[in-house]
């Protein structure tokens, strides 16, 4: 999700602008304000979040249990290339991303999107196994299309979408290995259900689960909702919750972050829809077939997290393409008409385009066939999903800029937003981490990706600090001091901790973004890119914690840069961090 708010971008570059004034002198650099041309994103009225019941204020670090028979580790096929002095090696810059072989968690789905009852009904068939060490004796699945019956959960007034909400109804379930029935019991948060096995699933067993579900769509400008006759269709179906560490997991959902923890898995999808209606999708289309009125997609989509789709008949479309990922750009092609989206789109294809060049040679190249983008109406402005982001449509009206400015930053708010949920490609998709506990380790790393992209086609960041001016080390002390007085770091803390979404905003996007750079100054650009990489290779279709990404940077970094690890001690509170605390 890009959340960003002008105030808080303002706040947090002014916080720069006193801090070198103090030191002696304003640098002009620093201070200046990017015309972003960002529009104004609604954002909800929000509860302060409160820290669940049963949730620890304190996230612990868990390790991703790896099942003994089941090959989840991908194998490279480059050899690491860029030796540093430490012996440390990095996949070179634009290394592959191979998606495994072997066995993943499968779902195969009959869906049907109502457009009279706006509900969305599925017949599902999962398979899976126990990927830990325990019996499992209970399911814990996850119903987020649900929490809609509270707005107030989900981030709006209560009356604004309780007449439009319905709890998920959800039948049928059996347990495919004696086909006995099963029942379950939703929790207080109704997001979570409890399924009782009648037969223990023991550590690798594996078990098919049949379930069919009904789920109602709220007619909100939301990541799930319908709205100006487009449908966003996401985290619409019950999935298994992750088991770690001996528990399943189950935060609290909170609108600030997504709060999606989920195992990489294969899905085979079958969508029906009315005859007019395009659907996009996490999945590549292998077929359509229209018959009475009503028209099949038939879709695949190996290797990831989640499946989501957008659906509308008032739908335009694009293609591109880049390093053979076909990239399709879908918007509403009735309002505004869709000669009046030209520019935009064109400028969307090649900032996609760029992107992918500029992510990929950074990170590793993108492992999927498709990127779908869909302009939509969405109040958060943009969110990611494994293969599909969805963007505001009100990014598609340019900034007008004068004879003497440089046109192309006429799009530039959009360019940013685009870039930064393809991005999550890499980090949520790619590398996957529990973004309630851990929401740095998505939404941090992705702000810092919008530097990249700037970096590639030439935006000025705001990120380059007047290290000339200035000692270097003294400068990114003072600055990292400041941002820890103001609340902004240690980034390691849950989305629980924050008492406004503000600071949520403030820290994690914004301070986030900032300290990785200074620790990048620190480092040296080739290293810290190099860890990046290596930190994604490791870690690619898991889930990381933040121990993954320190293990990375304690191998690459020589232990006498001391300045690389005081930023590293001022960014994270490594006593959070068991195998670090102390370092
Ligand atoms: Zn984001």
Known sequence: MRKMNKQIRLAVMLLVLVLLTACGKTDNNTSKEKPTGMPAVTTPEQEPPVTPTGIPATPTPTETPTPTEIP????????????????????????????????????????????????????????????????????????????FTDGKTVGYDPKEVKADAAMTEITGILDGRDGSALTFERDTDVSVLWLALSKPLAP??????????????????DRYGYYDGIYNVTSFYPVLAEYVNGAWSHEKFVISGECFYSEIADFDVRITVPEGFLVASSGTESSKQTVNGTTTYTLKAPCVRSFVFC?????????????????????????????????CVKVTLQCAKDSLEAFGQ????????????????????????????????????????????????????????????????????IVGSNSGLEPWMDESLTSYTERVYEDYVGFDNGLVLPMDQYSAEILRETLLDSWIDAGHLPLNRSCYEYAKEYQYIASIYETGRRAFKLLEDSVGTETWYGILREYVRRNAFKNATAKDFLDVFYEAVPEDNTEAYMIVGKIFDLSRIPEYAGK
């Open 311 to 343: 659906a509308s008949d008032c739908f335009a479309a694009a293609d591109g393409t880049y390093d053979g990922v076909r990239i399709n750009v879908y918007y509403n092609g009735k309002n505004p008409p869709a000669d009046k989206m030209d520019e």
């Open 72 to 147: 989840a580790t991908p194998t490279p096929t480059e050899v690491p290339a860029t030796p540093t002095p430490t012996g440390f090696q990095a996949p070179e810059k634009g290394c592959a991303i191979d998606i495994p072989t072997g066995e993943r968690y499968h779902y195969d789905m009959d869906l049907k999107l109502d457009t009279d009852k706006n509900t969305v009904v599925g017949h599902v068939v999962f398979t899976f196994w126990n990927d830990s060490t325990d019996v499992w004796d209970k399911l814990c699945m996850r119903d987020y299309s649900s929490l």
């Open 204 to 221: 690798n067993e594996k078990m098919t689960l049949t379930y069919d579900f009904t789920a109602k769509i709220p007619n909100l400008a």
């Open 362 to 429: 950074a990170f590793g190249r993108y492992p999927y066939e498709e990127l779908d983008i869909i302009y939509a109406p969405i109040a958060a402005g943009g969110m990611e999903y494994p293969n599909l982001i969805i963007i505001t449509s009100e990014y598609c009206e340019p900034i007008e800029r004068g004879p003497e400015e440089d046109p192309k930053l006429s799009y530039e708010g959009m360019e940013i937003c685009v870039a930064h949920e393809i991005g999550h490609q890499w980090f949520m998709g």
